[in-house]
């Protein structure tokens, strides 16, 4: 299971994502939501088309990957200005986000198409080179379950001052409950670090 820390709050994530399930209701089985985070791995730089702007300057804009599911880019990390926006047809690369049902969520790595105010993480350059060197690929980290999201299969930990959002595929986990992850990758353009399950 691939699972990725953030440093931002969780009762923002959890906005999100409950945001996020009103506004598109494509539904897979839970087994296909494994197939896309396997298949599209959170932190991994893809390439896909744009293909559809709903409505400009107000959601955000859908993303051929050439498999299911489909991208989502939010109008968040987008220009303030939709004239900015890349039109439909084009061809660019991103970060995978997160996953939703149906859906996964992606950042543009071409900055010409990122708000200019997008802050990864709303972490300074020298906070991130700090949790970097403290939490450094290959340690491991004690971490307590804050918030679980079941239309998606995530929850929420923190360890130290720092949050963690991962994915489950089988029995949800229980807030209160304390595990060990293994850091297994730095991703620099979203400030994340990439966490996968260590057995106890």
């Not at 298949?39 to 804009?61: M, N």
């Not at 200005?81 to 061809?91: S, Y």
């Not at 029995?171 to 400030?191: K, N, W």
Request: one cysteine or more.
């Amino acid at each position: 299971m691939i699972e990725m820390i953030v440093s931002s709050s969780p009762p923002f994530l959890g906005a999100l994502i409950q945001g996020q399930s009103r506004r598109f209701r494509g539904v897979l089985e839970p087994d296909k939501l494994d197939v896309a985070r396997r298949r599209f791995p959170v932190g991994e730089h893809i390439t896909g088309q744009v293909v559809l702007i709903p409505r400009p300057g107000a959601i955000g804009l859908l993303v051929d990957l050439g498999q299911e599911p489909e991208g989502f880019v939010d109008v968040v990390v987008l220009p303030h200005e939709p004239a900015d926006w890349p039109p439909v047809g084009t061809v660019t690369t991103f970060e995978v986000l997160q996953h939703r049902p149906g859906q996964v969520r992606l950042l543009p790595l071409d900055e010409r198409f990122r708000s200019r105010s997008y802050l990864p993480a709303s972490l300074s350059d020298q906070e991130w080179l700090s949790i970097k060197a403290r939490f450094p690929i290959g340690s491991v980290v004690t971490a307590t379950v804050t918030h679980v999201f079941t239309s998606n299969r995530e929850y929420v930990v923190s360890f130290e001052d720092c949050w963690s959002s991962l994915g489950w595929n089988s029995e949800a986990p229980e807030v209160g409950a304390t595990g060990r992850y293994t850091v297994t990758r730095h991703l620099d353009v979203t400030r994340r670090v990439v966490l996968g399950s260590t057995d106890s």
